[in-house]
């Protein structure tokens, strides 16, 4: 049974030919569609102008709206470390990994180390919770099994500080 070829859409072919034109887009087309895309969740600047970009849109209209939005006070770079923080310590993720997520995000520094600061998270306590979950209450047996449950706990994004006393090695 042969397959069909998929139907195009004007958008797949060459764009410099003629009859197809790239979509003009106006400050309202990309202040809706960043409304859409904040109505479902929180976005850092650089990931919001990273989704309407990708959609075709200038970046210089992007920028302007972006920063309309901040001055509303409906995008915040700082709200969205906060959620995202809180989301991955509900994951049991630790803070190496949760930094690492945020820069690769575009948040910026100072933001990042507050919302980590804010947080007020246990992290040995978390880092023993997320080992407990995986591996059982019992503390491991032999080297082999240490290491096991320590590389786990560091792909985790846990410091070494963290899973000491996660494994109970707290001097």
Do not use: C
Not at 17 to 42: C, H, K, T, Y
Not at 98 to 107: D, K, S, T, Y
Not at 137 to 143: A, H, L, R, T
Request: charged share 35%; glycine share 10%; proline share 5%.
């Amino acid at each position: 049974m042969r397959k069909r070829p998929k139907p195009s859409n004007n958008y797949d072919d060459e764009p410099d030919s003629p009859g197809i034109e790239a979509p003009a887009f106006e400050r309202n087309d990309v202040r809706r569609a960043a409304m859409n895309l904040l109505a479902r969740r929180e976005y850092g600047r650089a990931e919001l102008s990273g989704r309407l970009a990708g959609k075709g849109m200038p970046e210089s209209l992007v920028a302007e709206v972006l920063d309309e939005l901040t001055a509303e006070g409906l995008q915040s770079d700082v709200r969205f470390a906060e959620a995202f923080v809180q989301a991955r310590v509900g994951r049991g993720q630790g803070p190496v990994r949760i930094r690492m997520e945020l820069e690769r995000r575009g948040v910026s520094g100072d933001t990042l180390e507050n919302a980590l600061e804010d947080s007020e998270t246990d992290w040995p306590k978390l880092a023993g919770a997320v080992r407990r979950k995986r591996f059982g209450g019992e503390q491991p047996g032999d080297f082999r099994e240490r290491a096991r449950q320590m590389r786990f706990l560091q792909y985790r994004g846990f410091t070494a500080d963290h899973i000491r006393g996660a494994l109970g090695d707290d001097d």
